[in-house]
C-alpha cells in the first residue's frame, strides 16, 4: 500500500460559515462546493443553493467540509461523536510570530506562541467548529 495524500474531512454544521473563517482568518481558497441537490460541482458559492461539502486549499493543505447531516450518513462511525476534535491538525508554517499576532488581533481563541523542548516555535488555534489547528516553525 502506498499513501499519497491525507485530506481530512471535517463534519460541520455549516458550509458557508466554515468556508468563510478558513478564507478570513486562515487564507485557504474555496475549491468547490457540493449543494443540497448533490448533483455537480460548483467552483463558487451560488445565492440560491444550500451547500453539504466543501474542499479548500492553501499551499500543500487540503481540508474537506462536509455538513452534518451528510457526514453522520456517509461515514457511520461518527453518528454518536460530537462535532469537534481530540486530535490537532499540526501544520508546519513560514512566519509564525506575524501569523500569531494576526489571529491574536482578530480576537480569536488561540494559545500563546511558545518555543518547545522538540525546537519549534508554535501555537494552536480553535476553529468554529471546535477543531484544533496547530501552527509551527523552526526556532531560530
Known sequence: MKISKLSP????S??????????????????MAVS?????????????KEYVYAMMQKDNV??????TDTFKNDVVFSKDLSIGATVSFYM???????????????NLQ???L??????MQEFYAKDLNGYI????????
Open 92 to 106: 508546519d508554517i513560514e512566519g509564525i510570530k506575524e501569523f500569531h499576532q494576526k489571529l491574536k488581533n482578530k
Open 14 to 31: 455549516d458550509i458557508r460559515k466554515t468556508v468563510a473563517f478558513y478564507t478570513e482568518h486562515f487564507g485557504f481558497k474555496l475549491i
Open 62 to 67: 487540503e481540508f474537506m467540509f462536509q455538513r
Open 133 to 140: 489547528l496547530g501552527f509551527a516553525e523552526k526556532a531560530e
Open 110 to 112: 488561540i494559545t500563546e
Open 114 to 119: 511558545k518555543t518547545t523542548w522538540y525546537g
Open 9 to 12: 474531512n471535517f463534519e460541520v
Open 36 to 48: 443540497e441537490s448533490q448533483y455537480g460541482i460548483d467552483q463558487t458559492f451560488a445565492e440560491n
